[in-house]
Nanobody
Framework: QLQLVESGGGLVQVGDSLRLSCAAS????????VAWFRQAPGKERECVAG?????YYSSSVKGRFTISTSHAKNTMYLQMNNLTPEDTAVYYC???????????????WGQGTQVTVSS
């Protein structure tokens, strides 16, 4: 069983940067497609970035966010730059058999970490 634990969320100002981490245990993260989703209050959970056989970024974060993995640390990251209030959400890391933009593609989820961008 793969366990995922996020860290790195917090309260930042507009234009700031933040890096989220997702530490995996139980299995090797490199065996999975991985992604970051976010969910703002009253909105559906959306995929913002993913890595599998290809790399995906949503149009709202492309050019500002970067997803990466460290096989040595069995950890995935989401580097977020030039943050705006619209990026405020709970961010979740996830892993599954193949990359996709819907939550149903993924089997394993972290508990979520809050990111709040203040203007």
């Amino acid at each position: 069983q793969l366990q995922l634990v996020e860290s790195g969320g917090g309260l930042v100002q507009v234009g700031d940067s933040l890096r989220l981490s997702c530490a995996a245990s139980g299995r090797t993260l490199s065996s999975y497609a991985v992604a970051w989703f976010r969910q703002a209050p009253g909105k559906e959970r959306e995929c913002v970035a993913g890595i599998g056989l290809s790399t995906y970024y949503s149009s709202s974060v492309k050019g500002r966010f970067t997803i990466s993995t460290s096989h040595a640390k069995n950890t995935m990251y989401l580097q977020m730059n030039n943050l705006t209030p619209e990026d405020t959400a709970v961010y979740y890391c996830t892993a599954g058999p193949r990359i996709g933009t819907t939550a149903a593609n993924y089997n394993y989820w972290g508990q979520g970490t809050q990111v709040t961008v203040s203007s």
